[in-house]
């Protein structure tokens, strides 16, 4: 049994069961929630689910959604599940566990999104584990990114959050067309250290920079912008 803590997220709307140690769900995930354009009666897909802590953010910002989950750790999957049932919505969001990097040409969903792996080789790895798997892609950042848009049906969107200074190697795996690139941007006048990017299937329109989303005032405070986000379940606006 796994030492956790449970946490608020939304302003205290979800409480959120996760491991003491390792990976921990944080800003990244409600920021990547709010960006999914997600309607009820939709079908959406969270690849590498953790937790269930970006799903949750999102089934409490769009009711009628259906959200499934997958996650390669049995007992984040367990987590994730027993989130959503104290949290309410089990009817609705499930997770299950297998492989992402396995599930290409499988079942296809309105939306799907991701927080996926994104430290290179190159980086310390955490001794942690469950951490290092969360956070370190191995080489596989491409392969995530070109099996969540083949998961998508026509017309809806994949969306994942990623750092920044691996724009360059993402762009690579992604459709040009119908592409929208969100930078978050720590504070004003600082370089942005994660960009949002979400591709829209079938759509010819030119890929888009966007002007983002400014975290952080110069006290270090949170922007109205972000707090609307963070703490009312407020939309990122993106294509």
Known sequence: MIAVTEDGFLDGRLRICQPERGFRAGLDAVML???????????VLEMGAGVGTASL????????CAIRGIEIEPALVAL?????????VADRVHMKQGDVLARAGRTQFTHVFANPPFHEAARGRSPDGDRARALHDEGYLKDWLRIGIKAVESKGTFTAIIRADRLTEALQALPE??????PLWP????????????ARIGSKAAMALLPGLILHMKDGS??????????DTAALRIS
Do not use: D, M, W
């Open 80 to 88: 994730a599940n027993r989130n959503a049932a104290e949290n309410g």
């Open 222 to 231: 949170y922007t109205t912008e972000a707090n609307a986000i963070l703490r």
């Open 57 to 64: 953010c999102l089934a409490a910002r769009v009711a009628g």
């Open 33 to 43: 929630a709010a960006a999914v354009p997600a309607k009820a009666g939709e079908t």
């Open 187 to 198: 504070k004003a006048g600082e370089p942005a250290k994660r960009v949002i990017l979400q």
């Open 177 to 182: 067309a119908g592409l929208s690139l969100f």
